[in-house]
């Protein structure tokens, strides 16, 4: 009861500040689900003053900002631009990081979903072994095995895929990790009298050329698009896109991008 609370006089601190859009065309956006908040801007200096508002207005309903919890990181395609130092914002000294989860997935400052998708296999692998019995039982069909698979195993893996934007390596990794569940299985064939494991060619065409990388480049449908008027992406993946992964003002100089982590 305590919680849902605490949601409602948050909501009602931030309903002033609700603005429409994205950063991809404003100054700063507020992120928000439940209690946990994102605040993201195109500069410190917006930074500093979106955040004297969010604490005058979070005041008022007497809330304030958690200093240890809070975090600050600063988003850039230029290392040098990835400063870990703290920011000060209205006399507050919040600590600099380089990386954080945010709605159970792993956000850092060079764009890099690689770390994301690691701990995501890692996550899958856990629910593998918990489940091993099951996929080595032979009271089980191949056909059951494969719904285990894709209800229990892929779903981990494939958590917020709808923000990945993959590399040839990245492929690689998901590919191997569900191959190796595939070889558990269909098993191993006997040919020429002896037992062999199954080529990633016999793999494919036993799962009908469906895999867990196709079903992340496929997950946005037409339906979805022509619904929403924009794929799913999340904002922080699309900026990879503009200016190597620059935002470009109108004079022409790189905007850094300020991200500021609250309320967890």
Known sequence: MSATLFNLVLHKALKNLEQSNTILNRLTQICGYADDILVTTSSLPALEALCVEISREAGRVGLVINTVKTKYMRFSVSPSQRSVKGATINGVTYEGVTEFIY???LINNDNSIENEIQRCILASNRTYFAATSLFRSQLLTRATKIILYKT???LVVSYEVEAWMLTKKEEQGLLIFERKIFRRIYGPKYENCEWKSRTNRELEEMSKGENIVKRAKGKVTWR?????GCPKRSPLKNWKGQGK?????KDGKRKE????????
């Open 245 to 249: 992964g620059e935002d470009q003002g």
């Open 257 to 264: 991008k300020e991200i500021f982590k609250c309320w967890e």
């Open 103 to 105: 709605l159970g997935m």
């Open 152 to 154: 229990q195993i892929r």
């Open 224 to 228: 979805e698009w022509t619904r929403t």
